[in-house]
């Protein structure tokens, strides 16, 4: 049986956005609310290019990634047809009013995915890195 971690309450997150949460190690959780007060939490990072889910637009059960506008269940981390991709999905509750994430999943779930890294600081210092 695992531990549940109060993160925040309902009203901290807003209807139709979401609230990151920071972890120890790896990237943060994003967990968002639908217009249903329904709760869903995802690694806060998109399987197309890595964009912030937490920045993009709830609708349904659904996010829309801000980067490229690919539409992420928020039940699974799967990405709409005809995407294809996922990004791990988190187990949450509410309980009194109190938003809970499993100490378990954020200790351990999706620890190796990194945000991708764009230009010319990517590769600086690197063995056949052109510099300029």
């Known amino acids: 049986m695992s531990e549940w971690i109060s993160i925040c309450t309902m009203d901290d997150i807003p209807v139709l956005g979401a609230r990151r949460v920071a972890r120890a190690q790896g990237l943060d959780v994003a967990v968002f609310r639908n217009a249903d007060d329904e709760v869903f939490a995802l690694?806060?990072?998109?399987?197309?290019?890595?964009?912030?889910?937490?920045q993009g637009i709830v609708f349904g059960r659904s996010v829309a990634c801000p980067l490229h506008n690919w539409t992420i269940a928020l039940s699974s981390g799967e990405?709409?047809?005809?995407?294809?991709?996922?990004?791990?999905?988190?187990s949450v509750r509410v309980q009194d009013g109190e938003?809970?994430?499993?100490?378990?999943?954020?200790?351990?779930?999706?620890?190796?995915q990194t945000r991708p890294h764009a230009g010319p600081a990517h590769c600086a210092g690197k063995p056949g890195c052109a510099t300029a």
């Open 79 to 90: 990405a709409a047809a005809p995407d294809e991709g996922c990004t791990p999905y988190f």
């Open 99 to 112: 938003v809970q994430l499993r100490a378990d999943e954020l200790a351990s779930r999706a620890l190796e």
């Open 43 to 54: 690694l806060d990072r998109c399987p197309h290019k890595g964009g912030p889910l937490s």
